[in-house]
């Protein structure tokens, strides 16, 4: 798309080459090639290119700027953290806030962290759904409170990504916390009704294709619903 929109063949050049035509094409007039620059620098993953696709986080087209907040997740740089926080509170599109979310949620700071517990809470379901989705990706305890409190959410959609995400932290927990993990898992969990837990963690069991997040959810049914449902 870069080289049919921009009259260039980046088909040979080198990667370092392709980058800077990406971030030089991220000016451009048209969106449509602003949104492909910014696919094509998520795709390279180079960080130099951040500071870049952070200005079009506040791209006048919406497009542009959800495809830049995906990009910025695919690269990983924490530096765009401020700037996603900024779109995932403020933004009028769902669609970035949504990859504002995610994009949060591949970078995997404390920081990043810190943004999404916040947006828990969203009055949007699909924004409260796509963070209890990427709250299972940071493997420690710090999120486990909130994906307990999700499990009594309104809609079913999220109170479901918040069980899997549940099974995914213990899943993705270091080995020298996963005990800690799982033990603050299993205590919150007590809170919360049968209702919320069965369903959800019988999918688990009988549809994941990853072993770790079985036996996970099978543990966490033994410890929260004990004899009683033997």
Known sequence: VIDELS?????????????QAYVESLSDNRPELRMAAASGLGRIGDSKATPALVKRLSDPDSRVRARSAVACGRIGDPQAVEALEDRLHDDPSVDVRRGAADALGEIGT????????EAADDETV???RVVADALGQFGNVTPVDTLVRLLGDDDETVRRTAMFSL???LSNAPPQQSQDVRN???DRLGSATTDDVIPPLAEILTESSGAPQRRNAAWLLGRVLGDEYE
């Open 126 to 128: 699909t924004i409260r």
């Open 184 to 186: 603050a898992a299993a």
């Open 7 to 19: 009259e260039t063949d980046l088909g040979s050049a080198a990667e370092w080459v392709t980058a």
């Open 167 to 169: 099974v995914e932290t």
């Open 110 to 117: 404390e920081g990043a962290l810190s943004v999404l517990l």
